[in-house]
C-alpha cells in the first residue's frame, strides 16, 4: 500500500461507537461517500493498520496528550505488510489548537534504521521523489532527536475508509479491533506480545475535513445521536495497559519514581475534569462556525 489518500490538514472528530451503529452507519455514509479503493473485497471492508509509536524515557509525547496540551504531536512509524521490500511510513500527526496537521515520508524498508539513528534518507530511499516527503523526513528526525525518543508501543486496527468521490476534503473511517502492546524495538512485524484490546469492542469512528462541517455530517451526528469524544488509541491504550509497561525502554523502571507517576496521573484527573465542563458548553455545532 503506497498510501491512504491522507489529508495533510484538516478537522478530525472523534467517537466511540458500537458495531451495531457502525453497521448502520455504513449504509447512511455509502449514499455520500464511496470505499477506499484499499478496503475493496476484504473482510469487513477493511485494511490492516500497524503503527509503532516513538516517545521519550519518560513518555513525554503521550503525556502531552493526556494533559490536552493545545499544540502536541505524535511520532509514529506506519506500515501494512511484514514484506521486506513493503515501505515503512514516518508519521508527524500535530494538532494545533482544533486542527489536525500531519506530515508523511515513505521510505524504503532498508534505510529506516539509518533514519532512526538520526541520517536523512537519500532521494533514492524515499518511495516517492517527493521534496515535501524529504521535508518531512527531515522534521521527523529533529523532533525524534530533541526528545530523544525511540520505539514504545505498537498498535494494531482494522481500518474502514470511506471517501469522496470527487477530492480529498472528506473522509471518514471507522476503526475496529484496536490493540496495543509495548514494542521496544524495530522489528516491523505483524505478531505482537500479549497485547490487550483498547477500547473493549468499541468501534472509533473519526469524521474527517478540510473545509466547512458538511451538512450531511450534522444530519448524521442527529440522526444516529452521536456524543463527541477522545479516541487516543496511542494514549487510551497506554493507559488501558498501564504506563509502566511502557517506561521500560532504553530507561530502567527503578528509574520513574512513583512520584513523577502520580503527578502525571494528578494532571491527568484535572484535564479530564475541566474537559467534561468544558464538552458541557461546546457541541458539534461549534464546528460549523
Known sequence: MADDNMQMQRWELKYLISEATALSLRDFVSTYLELDEYGVGRPNLSYIIHNLYLDSDLLDIYWGTINGNKNRYKLRLRFYEDKPTSPIFFEIKRRMNEAILKQRAGIQRNAVEAVLSGQLPAVSELVKEDARQLVAAQRFVELMTETRSHPVAHVYYEREAWISHYDNSVRITFDRNVQISPEFVT?????????????????????????????????????????????????????????????????PLKQVSESQINEQRKKLRMNRLSALLDGGLRGVDSQLH
Open 187 to 251: 522489528r516491523f512485524s505483524s505478531e505482537m506480545d500479549d497485547p490487550i484490546s483498547v477500547f473493549r469492542g468499541r468501534v472509533v469512528l473519526e469524521l474527517k475535513f478540510t473545509g466547512r462541517f458538511p451538512e450531511w455530517f450534522s444530519e448524521m451526528v442527529r440522526i444516529f445521536g452521536l456524543r463527541q469524544g477522545s479516541a487516543s488509541k496511542y494514549a487510551d491504550g497506554i493507559a488501558t495497559k498501564g504506563e509502566n509497561y511502557f517506561y521500560s525502554g532504553s530507561l
